[in-house]
């Protein structure tokens, strides 16, 4: 997880394609997260924390389930399909999903499939793709060092970005991708996104490899995720002395809106894109999306900083 400074709230935004984007923040947890994964329909959140537990939240912040772990070093990577998964210093562990626990040394991330996962382990000096299913694991050897690889999944492919380059994965061969550390994959569009951290480049890639488009996002690209059944594609960015949060059209590339966020070292959404996760060092913030015919706005409350609720762009 990449570590920022949280910086003031500036609160501005700018409808650029006539899709406004509308934020309402609906709530928060306070804790430092090891992991956020929001459910499909955004009705419930998925979170990894420091104190070694993983804990379910409504929208608002609310707790409800607490899912606890065999071990201290809980972690969660993944929600959808109506399933959630996490892990621990002894493997894999889903939530609503028939594979229960799945002993597995060095996970360091993982992603749901439709059949099972993807799980990134590094352990006895071998860095490797784990794929998950109802007839066993079936491993890849990406080579000795993980370094700062991070997954998502596509169909039966795993998109992997690294310091060294994104790349999609399965158990027969392996495609490059541009950009590097950051990568997140659309099974909506069927479309792949990655990015340098700390880079001002956004791309989009066919399942193929294929390029689409790329965008100079003007700021340094912190995290990014896609926004399903939206059809837009998100990123948290920095600029100067402030954090934003950029939404894009999915297909084209196209700046749809940009909003102010405290700077966010990790987001998360749910599948339906009408739920967004801004994580900072501390704080989980929790916010409704509409992104349809609305007129951009801005909902941001901070307790911490004495803020009412505001909105702009009328």
Sequence with gaps: MHRTTVLALAVFATACSGRGVVLEHEGSVWTSARG??????????????DWGTTCAFDLVGDFQEDYDFPTETDAIH????GAAVGSSSEGLHFIGHDLGDV??????????????????????????????????????????????????ALGGAAVVGAASGARLVTADGEVAL?????????????????????????YAAAADGSPLWEVDVDG????????????????????AHEGGILFLDATTGELVDELPVPSAEEIATSEDGETLAVVTEWETRLYSVEHEGAKARFYATAAAAGLTPQTVGD
């Design 36 to 49: 956020v994964a929001i459910q499909d329909d955004g009705e419930r959140v998925h979170m990894g924390m």
């Design 78 to 81: 993944d929600a959808r399909f």
């Design 103 to 152: 002993p597995m040394p060095g996970v360091i991330s993982a992603a749901l499939t439709e059949g099972g996962a993807v799980a990134l382990t590094e352990f006895g000096g071998r860095c490797e793709l784990q794929f998950v299913g109802g007839e066993g694991v079936t491993a890849v050897a990406l080579g000795e060092d993980c370094g700062g690889t991070e997954i998502d």
């Design 178 to 202: 541009p950009g590097a550390e950051l990568v997140v994959a659309n099974r909506v569009s069927n479309l792949v996104y990655s990015a340098a951290y700390w880079g001002d480049t956004l």
């Design 220 to 239: 340094r690209l912190i995290d990014i995720d896609d926004m399903g059944a939206a059809g837009l594609v998100v990123a948290s960015v920095q600029r």
